[in-house]
Structures are given as structure tokens and as C-alpha cells.
């Protein structure tokens, strides 16, 4: 157990560049199996959610190297194997390798996924798409079990009752091989998706639409490896964003998309924030007398779930009261009661998070829910006079890549302990 022990209330100035996208990788890890030789990913993360899903690539028998954020995956020995729990239940993403095997082998045995608890999170539309083209799905002791018919997948069109990115990447996985064609109406549109699809057509698959709302997927019988460069993390930039706007003298946010930022940006600016936008990067001046925003998530292009809690330390330094609303993960409101205990003005009341700022924050005992929860706890402490311990990091530590070194490398005073130490 560890934990991060920020002295908050110095300034912060310098560069931080922003690391490959986590929720990319995820679902590009998985797809790479599909392929019949190696397939080299540049840009990955090194992270907790990553090294778990290379753990999982042993179990099955492929060869991986990970070294200095290029990663080599060879599936040519892959065995179908049953994955029923175990590391497969520590990550949400991991039921990816539903719609891989399935779409590999004609086949799989997958747990039923894990990850940061935000509510309930069914897994329906995955099933429905995956029974769309032809496959059987039954509940085993409580992993998923699934098998195509003896003539394969067959291509057809695939609804999604909500705009779901999990359910999204899977009927690409699961159609990928398919015969025909597949149609996915109502698909996700985040840049993980289209990231997914360039790396898939580069391997030779045949899709159309990515970033739309209606995916096309012409079925192949082989894919092939390649080389592919993973996009920026959105999630990370945003966060560091909304971290050099709260305690910056002058911070540049490097390797950035800024295009898939625009839902924060907007928001940013309608507070009062400086910021010079380039095209790889995005300079974030001292920002004073801000203004309070109201906050509600919505499917990308619209305000990201996933920076909702990044962004909430920064509403405490703006005047005037304001409200959040998170329509993906309505129960998303954990980080609350931390920054309550940090000093903040703010409550939960129907699922809508109430703010009034602006306030100063003081150094506590905390711990982080979730993985965005912890984000939003290390810009609080950074903010913070005194000392803020957070445990639970190993929540954060699944999604930000040397998150420590990165924090000094701009002036932060962080470091991360034993508990033993204490």
C-alpha cells in the first residue's frame, strides 16, 4: 500500500507533455490479437491498466516487449483459453477480449469486467451485438460465455439503444471477420473509437464512418500486423489543464489534440482562463477573478464524463455558485466528500453536484475512489495549504504515466510512500 503526499500552494510553471491515450490502448491491446503477425504500438502509456493487460496476453500465450513506450505484440501462438476471473476482473477494459476472441477463435470465456465502480454499468448492448451477428452468450458462474455457429459471424445491423464506447469497440472486434457487412447504427464518437479503426484498417480490415454515428464494417478473412502511433490522452491533457489554470504561473500542456478537448476548452474560456492554443500544444497563463460555470456531461463532442472530476478543484477557485451534472455516470459524485473534508462548499443533492466558490483549501486526509476521483484529489492538494495525504492510489496509478515525475517536473511538491513509512 502507498500512498501520495502532496505540500500544496506552490506555483507551478514549465512544460508537461501529455502521454499516449489510455483509453486507446485498452481497446487497441486487445485488437491486436486479431492480427497474424506481430503488431507494434508507439506512445503506450506505462501504466497499471497497460502491464495488467500484458499480464493477460501471457495467460494467453502472447508474446509481448515493453520498452520506453513502444510495445510488441505477436499473437502467432495465442491459445484460446478460458478467462474467466483473476486479472480479468481488476480492469474494466479487460472485456474487450469478449469481441477479440470471439471474432479470433470463434469463441471465449471472459469475467465479468472490474474497474473503478461508478454506478451501474451493464454490459447489454455487448451482448446484444455480439448475439446480433450470430453468436451464442451465456452467464458461466458468472463469466461470459460465448460461441459463434460452426458457418462463422455473419455480418448485419447492430443498434445501440445508448451511445456506449465499450459496446462500440466490441461489435467492431466481434465484425471485424464477420461475413458481409455490419452496420453500426448509433455508435460511439470519441477519438478512441476512430484511433481503434485506423489501426484495424491498417491491419487490413475494412470500416467506414468512425467518428460518426453510423459505423460500416466489411468483413475480412486476415488481418495483418502493423505499426501504429497511439493519439494523445485527452483525459490526462484536460487534467493538466485544468492543473496549470489553477495553480500555473505559466504552464505549456504538450502533445495535445486540442480538436478533442473543445467541450473543456469552451468551458475554460467561459471562466476566464488564459490559454494560447498551437497546434501540439496549449499555453496556460495566470488566470484570476474566474467565473463559475455550470458543468453537464454529455457523449462526445460534448463535455467529457471522465473530466468532470478533473475539472471540479478548478470551479472552487471561481465566484459565484454552480452546479454539475453527469449524465453517463450520474453517480460519479465520490470525490465530494473528500473536497468537503479539504474545506470545499459544495453537496450532492439528487445526483447533481451543488459548488460555491470561490474558497481556499486545507490539507487533509483523503482517498480516491475511483481514477478520475484521485486526478481531482491531486489538483486539490496541489491547491491546498498543507499537507494532503491520498490513499488508494493505486486507482490513479492505472491511468496517469509517471504522474509523479511528471508533477515536479513542473514545480509540484509530491512525492509517493510506503504506509509503512508513516
Known amino acids: 500500500m502507498q500512498k501520495f503526499v502532496i505540500r500544496g500552494g506552490k506555483p507551478l510553471s514549465g512544460e508537461i507533455v501529455v502521454s499516449g491515450a ?8 486487445p485488437a491486436a490479437i486479431l492480427a497474424d503477425s506481430p503488431v507494434v504500438l508507439e506512445g503506450v502509456p506505462d501504466i497499471e491498466d497497460v502491464h495488467t493487460l500484458l499480464d493477460i496476453l501471457a495467460d494467453f ?3 509481448t516487449e515493453f520498452k520506453e513506450g513502444r510495445l510488441t505484440i505477436d499473437p502467432r501462438l495465442m491459445q484460446s483459453i478460458p478467462m474467466p476471473e483473476g486479472k480479468i476482473k481488476s480492469m474494466r477494459a479487460s472485456y474487450y477480449f469478449m469481441g477479440a476472441t470471439l471474432s479470433k477463435f470463434g469463441e471465449g ?11 451501474p454499468r451493464p454490459i447489454d448492448q455487448h451482448i446484444k451485438a455480439f448475439e446480433a451477428l450470430g453468436a451464442k452468450v451465456d452467464n458461466d458462474n458468472g463469466a461470459i460465455a460465448l460461441k459463434a455457429p460452426k458457418e462463422g459471424l455473419t455480418g448485419t445491423k447492430i443498434y445501440m439503444d445508448i451511445v456506449s464506447i465499450g459496446a462500440t469497440v466490441n461489435a467492431i472486434l466481434a465484425s471485424v471477420k464477420a461475413k458481409g457487412r455490419t452496420v ?15 489501426l484495424l484498417n491498417k491491419m487490413g480490415a475494412q470500416i467506414r464512418g468512425a ?23 485527452r483525459i490526462e491533457a484536460g487534467t493538466f489543464l485544468s492543473l496549470a489554470a489553477a495553480m500555473g504561473e505559466g504552464v505549456t500542456v504538450r502533445n495535445v489534440i486540442f480538436e478533442h478537448l473543445d467541450g473543456l476548452i469552451a468551458k475554460m474560456n467561459e471562466m476566464g482562463v488564459h490559454m494560447d492554443i498551437s497546434e501540439d500544444a496549449i499555453y496556460v497563463g495566470p488566470s484570476h477573478d474566474l467565473k463559475m460555470v455550470n458543468i453537464k456531461t454529455l457523449p462526445y463532442p460534448g463535455f467529457a464524463t471522465d473530466l468532470q472530476q478533473p475539472l471540479t478543484p478548478l470551479l472552487l477557485k471561481a465566484k459565484g455558485s454552480g452546479t454539475i451534472v453527469d449524465t453517463i455516470y450520474p453517480k460519479r459524485v465520490n470525490h465530494v466528500p473528500e473536497l468537503v473534508r479539504m474545506g470545499a462548499k459544495m453537496r450532492v443533492e439528487d445526483d447533481m453536484i451543488l459548488v460555491d466558490g470561490p474558497i481556499k483549501l486545507s490539507g487533509a486526509e483523503v482517498a480516491a475512489s475511483d481514477l478520475r476521483a484521485g486526478a481531482c484529489l491531486i489538483i486539490a492538494g496541489l491547491m491546498a495549504e498543507g499537507t494532503t495525504y491520498i490513499s488508494n492510489i493505486d486507482h ?17 511538491d509530491i512525492e509517493m510512500i510506503d504506509v509503512e513509512e508513516e
Open 109 to 119: 470465456v471472459i469475467g465479468m469486467p472490474g474497474g473503478c465502480f461508478l454506478g
Open 184 to 198: 453500426i447504427e448509433n455508435a460511439a464518437r470519441e477519438p478512441e473509437i476512430i484511433d481503434l479503426v485506423t
Open 211 to 233: 467518428g460518426t454515428s453510423v459505423i460500416r464494417i466489411d468483413g475480412v478473412e486476415e488481418l495483418h500486423g502493423c505499426n501504429h502511433m497511439i493519439i494523445p490522452d
Open 396 to 412: 490513479i496509478l492505472r491511468g496517469y504515466s509517471h504522474i509523479v515525475e511528471k508533477l515536479r517536473g513542473i514545480g509540484a
Open 61 to 63: 500465450h502472447v508474446a
Open 22 to 29: 489510455k483509453n486507446s490502448t485498452v481497446a487497441l491491446i
